[in-house]
């Protein structure tokens, strides 16, 4: 099953997510019940775009997750915060990202920055206007919601599947 997950990495409610509620779905992504796809709806902050190419940055390297992981570690789930070409190659390096100029290359890249545009468009064209927005096969989930009404919708379409 899949869960198709719109976020921002300067999203107060998304770095909550991040935070409590993706740790405790692991167990599901560890045994192939659950596979989860990134969407970036990067609009929260002038800098929400710019975090976004670095996540696809890293992605290029096989380090989506790991970038995903430290850049949400270190945010604050009470502000929104702002992100620097430094900083997010900061958190590359952190990640383990093994090639920083490619890294900071990609990020800055005009085809980057598109795919950033369009994944925001793409979002807006399906009405998802906030984040985290989660789409588990029929289920969709608008806003936060903590961990078991996630799991709970989780097993709801795994059985509707079935």
Known sequence: M???LYSDFACPYCTV????????LEDLVADGTLRIEWRDLAQITE????AAQAGIAAGNQGKFWEFHDVVYAAADPQAHPDYTEDSLVDFAQQAGVPDLDRFRAD???????????????HAHSLGIQG??????????????RPVDYVRATIAEQ???AS
């Open 158 to 160: 795994a059985t509707n």
């Open 2 to 4: 899949v869960m198709v």
């Open 131 to 144: 984040t985290p927005f989660l789409i588990i096969n029929d289920a969709v989930i608008a806003g936060y």
């Open 107 to 121: 990020m800055n890249d005009p085809a980057t920055a598109s795919a950033v545009s369009e994944a925001t468009n």
């Open 17 to 24: 997510f991040a935070q409590e509620v993706e740790p405790q």
């Open 47 to 50: 800098t929400s775009p710019l």
